[in-house]
């Protein structure tokens, strides 16, 4: 079902205007630390507790959703990689420790959080999430909106990966050495527990889950992910890496002005690619840039 737009367009680009005044602070911040909806279908986890609790590394992968940041040109979003990953304890503290490590695979996000911090442990109980932090990782600075970024970043990853969105997610108690702190990065408040943002103040419009950067495929590319589009509709293209396009069409989101899945398939002949979508613009960039992703891929 498509909801219907006011008569005067819609953008949830809009909500955001009020933090491009810190991107350049935050940007500045991320640059610094280079070594530094619905829910993705993440292997089911019971929940884990702190670090002397949890069961031990196993050898198995476990697909989680890690939370990076990405520059909308006008603020920061959310921006999300489905990953393959050892399982260190279950979904929620691999997904957890991929956040805080804050490697992404596309050059274009960003980790949010001082790489040298650790996730001592996840804790689930009473309808609260405790994820338990080293000293370390509250050690870095940076501009308001990236410290809320990297506090939604948990956040997002914790939750997805205990299965709950939404309404249905839990909030989450942040703790420093197994112990509550009054504040993150001097601006977050942490003393009581953190609800997941409305994704559409917090994340990228339009959101590419498969295939990942660099991923080699078959001929037969499906390209899959979340979009808050107008009307439901979301363009897209695939071009060679010197910008010549080769096939563009337009994709359908399940429900329009809200975080809904899409997919489409694109045959290709062998070779590299880069394979964008975007937020269809009725404005006409009135509105502002226009929200975008992209996945350079492989073709066998």
């Known amino acids: 079902m498509t909801t219907k737009a006011p008569a005067s367009g819609w953008s949830a680009r809009a ?13 500045a911040w991320l640059s610094g630390c280079a070594d530094s909806g619905s829910t993705p279908t993440p292997t089911p986890t019971s929940a884990t507790s702190r670090a002397s609790e949890s069961p031990a590394p196993t050898a198995d992968v476990i697909k989680v959703a890690v939370y990076y ?33 804050g490697e992404p695979l596309d050059p274009d996000y960003h980790g949010l959080w001082n790489p040298r911090g650790e996730v001592l442990g996840v804790r689930a109980a009473d309808g609260v999430v405790q994820v338990d932090l080293s000293s370390s990782a509250a050690t870095s600075t940076t501009g308001s909106m990236g410290a809320v970024l990297a506090v939604q ?47 559409l103040d917090v994340r990228q419009l339009v959101q590419i889950d498969d295939p990942n950067e660099g991923d080699r495929v078959s001929r037969t590319v499906t390209v899959a992910g979340e979009a808050a589009v107008f009307e439901a509709t979301m363009p ?17 989101t399940a429900e329009g002005q809200t975080f809904s899945p899409f997919s489409f398939a694109v045959t290709l002949k062998p070779g590299k690619y880069l394979v964008a979508v975007t937020e269809d613009d009725p404005s006409g960039g009135a509105g502002g840039p226009v929200a975008t992703d992209t996945r350079a891929i492989v073709v066998a």
């Open 236 to 252: 897209w293209r695939v071009t060679t890496p010197g910008g010549a396009e080769v096939q563009a069409g337009v994709a359908r």
């Open 69 to 101: 940041a990405v520059s909308s040109g006008t603020d920061l979003r959310l921006a999300r990689e489905i990953r393959p990953l050892p399982d260190v304890g279950g979904a929620a503290l691999t997904a957890a420790r991929a956040v805080l490590a």
């Open 153 to 199: 970043a948990l956040v997002y990853a914790v939750t997805d990966a205990l299965g709950a969105a939404g309404s249905k997610a839990p909030p989450v108690q942040i703790l420093i050495a197994g112990e509550v702190v009054d504040q993150l990065f001097g601006v977050v408040g942490t003393r009581e527990p953190i609800a997941r943002a409305d994704p």
């Open 15 to 27: 909500r955001s205007g009020a933090g491009a005044a810190v991107v350049a602070v935050a940007l």
